[in-house]
């Protein structure tokens, strides 16, 4: 039953990202000034790099990562190295979180991507560890295509120190631009992070479109209970409205016109995990770990 899920989710996430790359004529979009003055903040005002870079395997490693570093303020989904491992190239990019869940048991070795290193520990079910980084292979597409599920190489750090990798069946979640910062939003008295975040929702109420993130902003349109939507990015910091806490999200409309809706009075029709944000997708497949 996990397996289907998880390929249920990897298929859906793969079309979004082939009808994005479709779109795109890999270009990189930034200016200089902004790329100079760029360090752990984002200049709102200045465009981002819009394309994925990562697909782009001649690309100079040195300025993939400092693309890297504005596209993701130097917080998780950073790349931060290239390397080649048993005659693949791998991503390496920053992931820190803590307190996940193992879902069943685990190898852990001293080198990613490659099953010879040395194993060093051994994780049982429902063991809580820290994430360091996530390595995956350039050509993770290609696997997909030819209905292999990829492997995503997690760095874990267990409560007693142990640091090494495992293997869990996943590919890059932050592909195509997943969770880049487009935006810094100051509205209402509250700072926003806008994060690219694309995928389909529905509407589980009828449901106000405004022109900024907050009950204040400006009715611009009303969506019917039920209603499929588009989105675009959401938030990353959450609001509780109507005693229900959750992001605000930005959506594309029929007509072309974008705005922000509530995300508590949303759902999503293929089941939970409602939003796809590169930290539930490795927080799942961390869950379902080895039993494929």
Not at 267 to 288: H, K, Q, Y
Request: aromatic share 10%; hydrophobic share 35%; proline share 3%.
């Amino acid at each position: 039953m996990k397996m289907l899920y998880l390929i249920i989710i990897l298929s859906s996430l793969f079309v979004s990202c082939v009808r994005k790359h479709e779109r795109n004529n890999l270009n990189i979009k930034y200016t200089n000034e902004f790329v100079n003055n760029m360090t752990e903040q984002v200049d709102s005002n200045t465009e981002i790099i819009t394309e994925n870079l990562t697909s782009l395997p001649d690309l100079d490693i040195d300025e993939l990562i400092r693309i890297s570093r504005i596209n993701y303020g130097n917080r998780n989904g950073t790349i931060l190295e290239r390397r080649a491992i048993n005659g693949s190239n791998f991503i390496i990019r920053k992931y820190e979180t803590k307190n996940n869940q193992i879902g069943l048991a685990y190898n852990v070795y001293k080198l990613p991507a490659d099953k010879n290193s040395e194993i060093i520990y051994r994780l049982n079910t429902n063991h809580p560890v820290s994430t360091l980084k996530i390595a995956y292979n350039e050509e993770w597409r290609e696997m997909i295509k030819r209905n292999n599920i990829p492997n995503l190489w997690v760095e874990i750090e267990t409560e007693s120190g142990i640091i090494g990798w495992i293997e869990v069946k996943g590919f890059d979640p932050f592909s195509d631009n997943q969770w880049i910062i487009l935006d810094r939003i100051d509205y209402d008295g509250t700072v926003f992070t806008k994060r690219e975040l694309r995928q389909w929702l529905l509407t589980t109420e009828r449901l106000n479109v405004r022109d900024q993130p907050g009950i204040n902003g400006k009715i611009i349109h009303q969506l019917e209970k039920f209603t499929q939507i588009d989105t675009l990015a959401i938030t990353e910091e959450k609001v509780i409205i109507d005693g229900i806490e959750d992001h605000w999200v930005y959506i594309v409309l029929e007509d072309g016109r974008t705005g922000w809706v509530f995300g508590g009075y949303t759902n999503a029709d293929r089941g939970p995990p409602r939003f796809l944000t590169p930290e539930e997708f490795i927080s799942l497949w961390l869950w379902m770990a080895n039993e494929f």
